[in-house]
């Protein structure tokens, strides 16, 4: 196994991030542009009501936080893949 990871498997992990960024930031800016400004605490003060004003918005936020979650994971799981853990700081 090399030492280094391939072009390939850097680009791939360069596309996902970007991908989920760019996905977390398009849900939050509809749900903005739809009117879901009041986001998780209307949820927390009635969930009841939040859910018969805007079922749409609810699913909405539940697509950010989970692709909120899907960036950290692939952050994490990309940073531990490819970090060099014999050199400090990241300098040879």
């Known amino acids: 196994m ?8 850097v680009g791939v992990y360069l596309a996902v991030v970007g991908a989920l960024a760019a996905l977390t930031v ?3 800016y509809g749900l903005f542009a739809a009117g879901f ?24 936020l539940a697509g950010v936080f989970i692709s909120l979650f899907l960036l950290f994971v692939a952050v994490v799981v990309g940073g531990a893949r490819y970090a060099d853990i014999d050199q400090p700081n990241g300098r040879g």
């Open 37 to 60: 400004a009041a986001g998780f605490e209307s949820f927390l003060a009635d969930p009841a009501d939040t859910v018969q004003e805007n079922p749409l918005g609810l699913l909405g």
């Open 26 to 28: 398009g849900l939050s």
């Open 2 to 9: 090399e030492a280094t990871p391939g072009r390939l498997y």
